[in-house]
């Protein structure tokens, strides 16, 4: 830098601007065409799944929104007669059967066995009320199939009284209507089933039948609670955390063998849930079928899939050269990550073969423009434990798109143009475009009887385009492309950059007419 108010001869200045004309032309493109490392993240409110497969996003132990095995939350089936998730209000059956007529409980989204929340009661003054539109519980007025009612419970105390929930409704027995009752309520810390004529011998008019649990329940513990009925063999059957509690036959001489009792469904059923009670209720559940507790596991699958969307590189030459995650790993649990490259937007399927295997970590990869994340999260043997992702954070050299000629130059001909321009020192260009048109910035289809635009040049540096018409202004632009193959078939894609600055000429004859 020279100091202010000294005199620079015309030489100098000249020497100067040659300098400054010669870095701009030579330094500059190699600056531009220099990879620049860039980052993209995986992770709380970005995880961009294209595929979840037996996954759920859930907050970690650090309040991220971090991949998880899906819970064991039950899903509707065709047999599925209820289901109450309490994940959040207004509370809904989700198997679409019953209508919530009243609700006064809140949902805990702390502490809940399942999904994003149970349903919290705090005494009698906020029971939940269900109707079935005036039909019983269970289709039909005589209902010959096998059923199972489950809940899981967090009782405070478990006080004498507290009713977990009742269904009241009426039967006609052919002489006449009598009320229907099944409660399910807490005497002296054990569950107690009072089923009042549901189930009424033939030619009799009532029956009651009452079971209850042997040990007693634990406050302050999720237990699991299944009542469940054999239609074949009239077994009734109450387990507690998937182990026998109590049995009862309902057939005619109360032992296996002899006539089921009918069961009579009723119309106008009305279900009552946490009347009285003080504590917690998740997913309960009406099956029309005999369910199997299966040992009751917290996770839905031992096996989870994650794919993300194709994150794009900007680039085929970009490189990956970390792909870093964040995770837990608890004891007997793993997580397998797979990464997919392809200059096809589109996204790989589970099965893919393109899919190759890493460790978190510093990683090489290259030779695509599109880039997939799979990951696999398997659980313990028990179901139990999941293991978890809040993040992954890919790190790349991003290439620009190829570089442009710097000068282009059209000189017109009879019927012809011909174009010149600078060559790109980039040893990765397979060759240029010319793109052409009849108005600026136009360069579309056909033009001439035997021109289209764009032309593929590769590597030459020249181009004269003929069958043009005399007098007809044209205009020209060149763009750079590299050739990269396609890995989802055998196209071969031109990736291009940058137009050139655009130049016209006009064709004319060689007296400079338009003939």
């Known amino acids: 830098m020279y100091p202010s108010g000294e005199n620079i001869s015309i030489k100098e200045k ?45 907050r970690d132990a650090a309040g991220q929104n971090a991949l998880f095995i899906q819970d ?46 149970a349903a919290m009661f705090n005494g009698e003054r906020n029971a939940i009320v269900l109707d079935r539109h005036g039909r019983g519980v269970f289709p039909g007025e005589i209902y010959s199939g096998d ?25 006609n027995t052919g002489r006449g209507f009598v009320p229907q009752l099944l409660r399910c309520y807490i005497k002296n810390r054990r569950v ?38 054999d239609s074949s063999s009239g077994l009734l059957e109450y387990l507690i955390d998937g182990k026998p509690e109590a049995v009862a036959f309902v057939t005619a001489t109360g032992r296996e063998g002899s006539s089921v009792h009918p069961l009579h469904s009723g119309t106008n059923a009305r ?21 199997d507790p299966d040992s009751l596991p917290l996770l839905g699958s031992y096996r989870g899939v994650y794919i993300s969307e194709p994150i794009d590189l900007g680039n085929s030459r970009s490189s990956v050269f970390a792909i870093e995650t964040r995770s837990i790993i608890p004891a007997n649990t793993d997580i397998l990550y797979y990464y997919y490259l392809s200059d096809s937007r589109r996204s790989p399927s589970e099965n893919s073969s393109g899919w ?23 659980s313990d043997g028990e179901r139990n434990v999941s293991p978890s992702i809040s993040r992954i954070n890919v790190r790349f050299n991003q290439v620009g798109s190829p570089q442009p000629p710097r ?37 579309f289809g056909a033009s001439g009887s035997n021109v289209t635009s764009p032309i593929d040049v590769g590597r030459n540096t020249e181009i004269v385009i003929s069958n043009l018409e005399n007098g007809r202004i044209y205009y020209f632009a060149v763009v ?13 894609i031109n990736e291009g950059g940058d137009f050139s600055v655009e130049v016209s000429a006009r064709p004319l004859d060689r007296h400079g007419d338009l003939r």
Do not use: C
């Open 407 to 443: 000068i282009v130059r059209a000189e017109p001909g009879n019927g012809s143009v011909r174009l010149r321009w600078s060559d790109v020192r980039d040893p990765n260009i397979d060759g240029f475009y010319v793109f052409f048109g009849e108005r600026p910035g136009r360069y």
């Open 72 to 117: 064991g939350e039950h899903r509707v089936s065709n047999s599925t007669n209820l289901l109450l998730h309490f994940n959040s209000l207004p509370i809904v059956d989700a198997a679409g059967n019953f209508r919530v007529v009243e609700s006064r409980a809140t949902i805990s989204t702390g502490r809940k066995r399942f999904g994003a929340g």
């Open 356 to 378: 190759r295997k890493f460790t978190p970590g510093n990683v090489n990869t290259a030779g695509g423009r599109f880039l997939s994340i799979k990951a696999i999260l398997l």
């Open 480 to 492: 750079s492309y590299i050739r990269t193959a396609n890995r989802y078939g055998t196209a071969i």
């Open 147 to 171: 059923f199972s009612i489950e809940f899981w419970i967090f009782g405070r105390n478990f006080s004498d009284g507290e009713t977990i929930f009742f269904i009241d409704s009426r039967t």
């Open 271 to 291: 279900i009552v849930i946490g009347d009285n009670f003080t504590g917690l209720l998740d997913e309960m559940r009406f099956k029309l079928e005999w369910v």
């Open 14 to 58: 000249n020497i100067v601007k040659k300098i400054a004309v010669f870095l701009f032309i030579f330094t500059i493109p190699l600056v531009l065409l220099f990879p620049r490392e860039m980052e993209f993240t995986l992770g709380g409110d970005n995880w961009q799944p294209f595929l979840l497969r037996n996954i759920e996003i859930n």
């Open 192 to 229: 107690v089933w009072d089923i009042r004529n549901f189930f009424i011998p033939h030619g009799a008019n009532e029956l009651d039948l009452k079971i209850s649990s042997v040990r007693q329940l634990v406050p302050n513990a999720w237990s699991h609670h299944l009542l469940r009925f």
